[in-house]
C-alpha cells in the first residue's frame, strides 16, 4: 500500500539545471531512508543519492558538488536537485523509500535526457 510517485524529468542542456519531485503515500513508518537511483541504458541501477529522516545525506561521487537531496515540508515528499548536468547524467531515475535492508518500495522511475 505504499505508492512512489515521480516527477520532473524531462530535457535539458548540459551544464543546465533540473529538479526532481517524488510523493510518497500509504502506510509509512516514521523513521525511513529515502533515496534516489537511477540507470541508464545497458547499465545496472546505481544509488545516486540518500537522506534519512534526520536529514543525513550521502551522495554518489559522481555527483558530489552538483547534485542535493532534501525533504519537503509534506510528510515523506523529496526532491533531487540538479545542477551542472553533463551527458553522463542521462537515466531513468527512480524514488526509492526503504526500513533498512529488508524493507523497500519503488517508483516507476522518470526519465533524465542531458543533450544539446
Known amino acids: 500500500q505504499v505508492q512512489l510517485v515521480e516527477s520532473g524529468g524531462g530535457l535539458v542542456q548540459p551544464g543546465g539545471s533540473l529538479r526532481l519531485s517524488c510523493a510518497a503515500s500509504?502506510?509509512?513508518?516514521?523513521?525511513?531512508?529515502m533515496a534516489w537511483y537511477r540507470q541508464a541504458p545497458g547499465e545496472q541501477r546505481e544509488l545516486v543519492a540518500t537522506?534519512?529522516?534526520?536529514?543525513?545525506?550521502n551522495y554518489a561521487d559522481s555527483v558530489k558538488g552538483r547534485f542535493t537531496i532534501s525533504r519537503g515540508n509534506a510528510k515523506n515528499t523529496v526532491y533531487l536537485q540538479m545542477n551542472s548536468l553533463k551527458h553522463e547524467d542521462t537515466a531513468v531515475y527512480y524514488c526509492n523509500l526503504r526500513y533498512g535492508d529488508s524493507t523497500t518500495y519503488w517508483g516507476k522511475g522518470t526519465l533524465v535526457t542531458v543533450s544539446s
Open positions: 500509504g502506510r509509512i513508518f516514521s523513521i525511513n531512508t
Open positions: 537522506i534519512t529522516t534526520g536529514g543525513s545525506t
